[in-house]
């Protein structure tokens, strides 16, 4: 049984070593794309059952934005709902015999988490500009400046190693009892992994909804003149 | 423990590449499709507030014309009961003053009506009393009111002026006595006392009339001398008649 912190190599794409959590990230792109793609192809205003179903989706996201944070869930909607999806079918792809989860790697864990990191100095400039963001660091006062900074770094390490550890952690219990005690034996572990494959991407999708306005209302209050344009 | 940093770059991508498709094919339609449908609903609430706006001020104009309807309506109910009013009164002293007529028209017809029915009684009654008195005159009727007639004849002719006692006896169709029964035995001396009284030259003639009731008339064609019960009753009938 190979190392769950190695990927499975399938081939070489130039600089890019192509891994099976590549490969499964773009089939579940694919399937993304195609399905909403495919879903929201007549929306009409009188809605359909399919229709309500995905407002319903957009709805307790915008709900779950709003009730978090207090601001407008229009501007992270994308962001947020794009990683909490994304998040969710990785974990529940392990589901499918022979696919590891892309979440179960460290870099697409890594990457997600840098996302988040990016997004927070992105949202941060274009909330309160490049001096309230910059401003935000020495809140509460100028002295929690250098812990500020370190928070910035190891929260979004904390979501990363968070996210690695428990879906890596499930996958590798669910391959140990498989092959320790049969086909069978591993199903209430599976059913635990759905469970843990939702709760972490609510987690992942809240933290990061919660750094980012955490970091603009931040930046809006020690920057009074940004907030006022 | 390594990471893969391009790895990790190329999951970073993907993931950025997954959010701008998922970006524009769900989170915006969708979106915009619930925006689309807040946009319709406000738009159709705003379009029912002011056709509620336009409703209660149509229906407050209607309250402010039914209120002026009733308004004029009360005004032509008072107009038309003071009209209604006074044509009564006009009616009543029209209809009292038609009915003070009629009233005096009736009583004065009743004091007509009651005068004449009185004249008719009054005259029924002497009637009746003619009658009554005729009977009781018919039983006094004997040889000695027949001499108190014949003595009161002899008395009338006497006053009888000469020339018309003349006339009379020339009258060639002759003189008729007349009673009111034969005289049988008394018709000689009646006879007698009678030329006596005109002179001894008449041509007298005997006849009854029952009408008579009592009495002895002298009668001709052109003079009639009354001496009999039945003239006295008809003159005292006259005299009642005149004095009513």
Known sequence: ?229 | MTIDFWGLGLQAVNVLILMWLLSHVFWRPVAAAIAKRQDTATSLIDASKATQAKADRALEEATQARAGIAAERSATLDAAQKEAATATKATLTEARVKADAMLATAKTTIVQDRDAAQKANEAQAADLAMKIAAKLLERLNCNATQSAFLSQLTEAIAKIPPADLTAVLDDPKGIEIVTATALGAEQSNTNKVVQTALGGKADLKFSTDPDLIGGLELRSPHFVLHNSWQADLKQIQKAVRDAT
């Open chain 1, 1 to 229: 049984m190979m190392s769950p912190l190695e990927s499975t190599v399938l081939f070489q794409l130039g600089p890019f070593t192509i891994t099976q959590a590549i490969v499964t990230t773009w089939v579940i792109m694919v399937v993304l794309v195609a399905g909403a793609f495919i879903s929201t192809r007549r929306l009409a205003l009188f809605p359909t059952k399919r229709q309500a179903a995905l407002e319903l989706i957009i709805t307790t996201l915008d709900t779950q934005i709003n009730e978090t944070t207090g601001a407008s869930p229009a501007p992270y909607r994308s962001f947020i709902g794009t990683l909490f999806l994304f998040i969710l079918v990785a974990n529940w792809s392990s589901l499918i015999p022979g696919v590891e989860p892309p979440t179960a790697g460290l870099e697409t864990d890594a990457a997600l988490a840098a996302l988040v990191f990016v997004s927070v100095i992105w949202f941060g400039i274009s909330g309160s500009g490049i001096g309230g963001y910059l401003k935000s660091f020495a809140a509460p006062n100028p002295i929690m400046i250098p812990l500020n900074i370190l928070q910035s770094l190891t929260r979004v390490f904390s979501m990363f190693v968070r996210l690695f550890g428990n879906i890596m952690s499930g996958v590798f219990v669910v391959g140990i009892v498989a092959s320790l005690a049969g086909l069978l034996v591993p199903i209430p572990l599976m059913a635990l992994d759905l469970l843990t494959g939702l709760v972490q991407a609510y987690i992942f999708a809240v933290l990061a909804m919660v750094f980012i306005t955490s970091t603009v209302e931040d930046g809006q209050r020690l920057n009074p003149k940004r907030q006022e344009n």
